[in-house]
């Protein structure tokens, strides 16, 4: 740890981990979106943000309508979340990219979910402040020995 760094990056690094695990990953299966795993594999904590894959926009605001959905995902998430064989999740993927063109997806018909707001939640902030407050107490401790150790020395 650097002198003036109050907080190392492996700590953040440790804090917004345990926030994707206790808190992201349990609000996305809750909400009914687990399909593949990929989305939630994908998480990973650079610096000090939470970033996902691009499909994460589509979790939250939902697909608009207008354009066709491209077929090999949909035809994946058909045989996952569907338990549909081959020939099957590919007209599955057919008829559900034709229904995103016209109405766009259920999120979006919705308004859109709330995944990322427990991110912003109460519950969250208070563990991130705590866990932040108890590392910073432990690092006053430390240094508090070490300048009393080196002083009686």
Known sequence: ??????????????????????????????LGLEASGNWRSQLEVRKSSIFGTKYTEQLVYGRQPG??????????????KLGLDERQALGAAFAISKTLKEKGSRIYQNGGSDLLEVLNSKQVLDYINTEIGNYISQQTVINIRNYVQQKLR
């Open 67 to 80: 354009t066709f959905a491209p077929i090999q995902p949909l035809k994946e998430w058909a045989k996952i």
């Open 1 to 30: 740890m650097e002198k003036n760094e109050v907080i190392t990056d492996a700590e953040i690094k440790r804090i917004l981990t345990n926030v994707i695990e206790r808190f992201l990953i349990p609000k996305f299966y809750s």
